[in-house]
């Protein structure tokens, strides 16, 4: 059923936080393009991020890190444009906001003026405090990101599980604290244990949304390449796969370059 714009009713900072207010669990997929923003958002995906997960699944580098400002800014923009209901924010990308605080807002202002989007998303706690802070000053919406932070994948040397040591879950809940205290309407957490995420989730009255965190959080999210089955390769145990679309893309484009080398298509009715 098609829904029209004057039909919708957007979902804001405001309504996440009712969300949570009320039980109802909050549902997060990554978007990169407009066609696929289209069809998640039609589906009814409360939030979409514009991920700097990009880097990886449309620009195949290794890590997150070579993806640019402007990279992201056409990617949100993409997005936007597919976008009826959902709540679309996007990654400030590595180097754009870590250390210089003037360099994060002029970021983050870039991408709200240029891209339309909702929001922006940080990796980090109490060393990205200033940046939090001036780009909340703006008006610009931040959600926090805490656990692993695949930006910093080379200071970390792997993709393992964070926070299981005291110290680092220790850290975790101070930095969650803190994130919400400097105004943070909500906080991603990456893989880390399913307790800890539990007590987060309950501490804190913000939303909380887990990616490898356990089912006690306010909501999840999952890149939509790796839920959909187009990437194969990635294989966590937190990814449950609800289609394989690499199977039926593979055996549609066999078919189409099948029926193009045997003149079977295009046919008469295919021709004018």
């Known amino acids: 059923m098609s829904v029209h714009k004057s039909d919708v009713k957007k979902i804001t900072t405001h309504q996440l936080q009712n969300m949570k207010d009320r039980g109802e669990k909050i549902s997060m997929l990554t978007a990169y393009d407009y066609s696929m923003a289209t069809i998640l958002d039609a589906a009814g995906v409360d939030v979409l991020l514009v991920g700097d997960s990009a880097s990886n699944v449309m620009a195949g580098h290794e890590t997150t890190l070579p993806i640019t400002l402007d990279q992201m800014i056409y ?17 400030l990308p590595f180097g754009s906001y870590q250390g210089n605080s003037s360099e ?17 998303k940080l990796e980090g706690g109490a060393e990205i405090k200033e940046s939090v802070t001036r780009i909340l000053s703006a008006g610009v919406p931040v959600m926090g990101h805490l656990g692993l932070t695949p930006q910093s994948i080379y200071k970390f040397g792997t993709y393992t599980v964070r926070a299981k040591e005291e110290a680092e879950a220790q850290k975790l809940l101070d930095d969650a604290q803190l994130l919400q205290e400097l105004g943070c309407f909500a906080i991603v957490l990456e893989k880390i244990p399913s307790d800890l995420a539990k007590q987060v989730a309950e501490k804190l009255h913000i939303p909380i949304i887990g990616i490898g965190a356990g089912p006690h959080v306010d909501g999840q999210v999952l890149v939509v390449h790796d839920m959909l089955g187009i990437n194969k390769e990635f294989k966590p145990r937190f990814l449950r796969r609800y289609a394989d679309l690499h199977s039926v893309m593979t055996d549609a484009v066999t078919n189409y370059v099948k029926d ?8 008469d009715k295919e021709a004018y």
Do not use: L, T, W, Y
């Open 75 to 91: 990617h949100a923009s993409s997005v936007v444009r597919g976008v009826n209901r959902a709540f679309v924010v996007v990654d």
């Open 104 to 120: 994060a807002i002029r970021s983050a202002i870039r991408i709200m003026k240029e891209s339309g989007a909702h929001g922006v």
């Open 260 to 267: 193009v080398k045997s003149q079977d298509f295009p046919n």
